[in-house]
């Protein structure tokens, strides 16, 4: 059962045009939302996250969005550069009940190309 | 900040074979986590602790995955015996807290496991 998911397997933009990123997810409990990014050969690095309270959150040229009614988050990147050619994948984030640790479940990721 | 180390980077074993990672997570967090990315998919969390307790280990194959992390710092995660379908890069990850809001995860770079 696949609780978070990336239905884009790969996406082409064009250098300086708006890159955007889908994910879905069933659980309703999700409350903390990341997205990775990740080179080929390196591990996944944190790019931004956003809390279930707030609907979008932005850091320089990446912004997230979250529909919770929709169970949906996107990831906009303006403008797209060549450097930001890699896999970006979503994460969400669950409370264990009581212990006050959280569980991440990552999506399949996106793998984004942006051409010069 | 010293990232988190994982070592080996890249291991080549035969089936039936046993065979050992390491991790260091970044000094002060709490937490650390042991994904396994199978190629085209999305990191799969196998066994999570806090401090030198575990948290979740549900996904781990414990007939054959073992996972220790000593006085709450560095971490081995084990296989005896490997089977083919343990082929996967092998990501260790820790944060500051316990998870959840402004506690990402941060990973190493992996290891690349190939069972033939």
């Known amino acids: 059962d696949q609780q978070v998911k990336q239905n884009s397997p790969s996406l082409s933009v064009q250098e300086g045009r708006i890159s955007i990123l889908n994910c879905d997810y069933t659980?309703?409990?999700?409350?903390?939302f990341l997205w990775y990014k990740k080179y080929p050969a390196e591990g996944p690095t944190f790019l931004i996250s956003?809390?279930?309270?707030?609907d979008k959150n932005e850091d320089g040229r990446f912004t997230v969005f979250l529909n919770k009614s929709a169970k949906h988050l996107s990831l906009h990147i303006v403008p797209s550069q060549p450097g930001d050619s890699a896999v970006y994948f979503c994460?969400?984030?669950?409370?264990?009940?009581?212990?006050?640790?959280?569980?991440?479940?990552f999506g399949t990721g996106t793998r984004l190309k942006v051409l010069a | 900040e010293a990232g988190v180390a994982q070592s080996p980077r890249y291991k080549i074993i035969e089936k039936r074979q046993s065979v050992a990672f390491w991790c260091n997570p970044i000094?002060?967090?709490?937490?650390l986590y042991w994904y396994q990315q199978i190629l085209g998919q999305g990191p799969k969390l196998l066994i999570q602790?806090?401090?030198?307790?575990?948290?979740?280990d549900s996904q781990l194959p414990k007939d054959r995955f073992s996972a220790e992390r000593l006085k709450g710092v560095d971490s081995t995660l084990k296989i005896q015996p490997a089977k083919l379908e343990d082929s996967a890069v092998y990501l260790c990850?820790?944060?500051?807290?316990?998870?959840?809001?402004?506690?990402?995860?941060?990973f190493g770079n992996g290891t690349r496991l190939t069972v033939t």
């Open positions: 956003i809390s279930s309270i707030k």
């Open positions: 994460a969400a984030s669950e409370g264990f009940l009581g212990s006050g640790t959280y569980k991440y479940i």
């Open positions: 000094s002060g967090h709490a937490t």
């Open positions: 990850a820790s944060s500051l807290g316990t998870g959840g809001r402004n506690s990402p995860l941060h």
């Open positions: 659980n309703s409990m999700f409350d903390y």
């Open positions: 602790f806090q401090n030198n307790g575990v948290v979740d």
